[in-house]
């Protein structure tokens, strides 16, 4: 069973430019979410969905964009990385919205110089 | 910030004794989770208690809810050298979609062989 597949595993990028961190769940559930991990802070919600076509803003949106076009995807965009982007991204899903436990992806390491 | 707050952030004991994490949140709340985090990897899920519920069990792990406290605890017995990870508590909240989560900082837990 593959659960929760994010890729990349780890990714540098430079100031300015633009990546999708790519995160695929073949349990058929409705709920997904992006959080980043740092130091201290715990995790922060970035975007989640709650099913196709249905996104929202999290905790700490800014800087990052989602889609939610099938039930299996849901990519995060960073549309032009900064510094204080640099983190770990995890991708989690969930029966319903969020009335279970969370299935979370291994992680994406991601830093910007 | 309706975040959680774990207690201690670090904890050292030895294999064989109980390790006792606590996690404080500051509005109502629908169930609170406790999840697992080894060195490098994804958060596992262990543990649901439910927002009517006192507490429950689940092998080694003990979890009690006090809602008129806003706290809860998580109890390890006869700690392993392998239970050494990160440990976090998340409380699922209602919001325009249905529910979310929101995670703690986190509690690091090292059992000493």
């Known amino acids: 069973n593959a659960g929760v597949t994010q890729t990349p595993k780890f990714q540098v990028l430079k100031t300015g430019q633009s990546m999708t961190l790519q995160c695929a769940q073949d349990?058929?559930?409705?709920?997904m979410s992006w959080y980043r991990q740092d130091p201290g802070m715990g995790l922060r919600l970035i975007h989640y969905?709650?099913?196709?076509?249905i996104t929202d803003q999290g905790e700490v949106p800014n800087g990052y964009n989602v889609s939610r076009s099938t039930t299996e995807d849901f990519p995060l965009r960073l549309l032009s990385a900064a510094p204080s982007q640099t983190s770990v991204y995890f991708c989690?899903?969930?029966w319903g919205a969020g009335t279970g436990e969370l299935f979370f992806g291994e992680g994406s390491r991601l830093t910007v110089l | 910030s309706q975040q959680g707050e774990e207690d201690p952030q670090a904890l050292s004991i030895q294999e064989g004794e109980n390790a006792t994490m606590n996690c404080s949140y500051k509005?109502?709340?629908?169930?609170l989770q406790w999840y697992r985090q080894n060195s490098g990897r994804g958060l596992v899920h262990l543990i649901l208690?439910?927002?009517?519920?006192r507490e429950k069990h689940s092998g080694r792990l003990r979890v009690t809810l006090d809602t008129s406290k806003k706290s809860s605890s998580l109890l390890i017995t006869a700690s392993r050298a392998a239970d050494t990870a990160s440990y976090f508590c998340?409380?699922?909240?209602?919001?325009?979609?249905?529910?979310?989560?929101?995670f703690g900082p986190g509690t690091r837990l090292s059992v000493l062989p």
């Open positions: 989690a899903s969930s």
């Open positions: 509005t109502s709340i629908n169930n």
């Open positions: 208690i439910r927002s009517n519920e």
């Open positions: 998340a409380t699922v909240h209602r919001d325009n979609y249905g529910q979310n989560f929101v």
């Open positions: 349990m058929n559930h409705e709920y």
């Open positions: 969905s709650v099913g196709a076509g």
